[in-house]
């Protein structure tokens, strides 16, 4: 059950840092390619610093926390797309989401090997 609440605490971790990350980028493309104002690099620019510090908060600096958080950005940006862009994903979408969550649900089971 510990170990449970680790990968539920872990997991939520990884979602916050992914959507930092996202905001941090999102903001100067609204800017770049948009014409909003130039005002949004601020902000963007502290969504970019929480990312940078929340990656200190996950388990382990290690390859295996960001390549099983890279599974998790995945999704987030995709449901980012469907509903920030308003785009509507496709079944490739879906499936390169779940390949990719699998792909981390290996690397996640090998932690307690190593």
Excluded: N
């Excluded at 940078?52 to 390859?63: C, D, E, K, N, V």
């Excluded at 295996?64 to 490739?92: M, Q």
């Amino acid at each position: 059950m510990d170990q449970l609440i680790v990968i539920v605490k872990t997991a939520g971790l990884f979602v916050v840092t992914a959507l930092a990350e996202i905001i941090g980028c999102y903001l100067p493309y609204l800017w770049l390619r948009q014409g909003r104002s130039a005002w949004l690099l601020l902000p963007a620019a502290l969504s970019l610093s929480l990312f940078a510090w929340l990656l200190t908060l996950h388990p382990a600096a290690s390859g295996r926390i960001y390549a099983s958080y890279g599974g998790v950005y995945v999704v987030t940006a995709l449901l980012w797309l469907r509903f920030v862009d308003g785009a509507r994903l496709t079944a490739s979408d879906w499936l390169g989401a779940a390949i990719t969550l699998a792909g981390m649900g290996v690397i996640v089971m090998g932690w307690q090997r190593a």
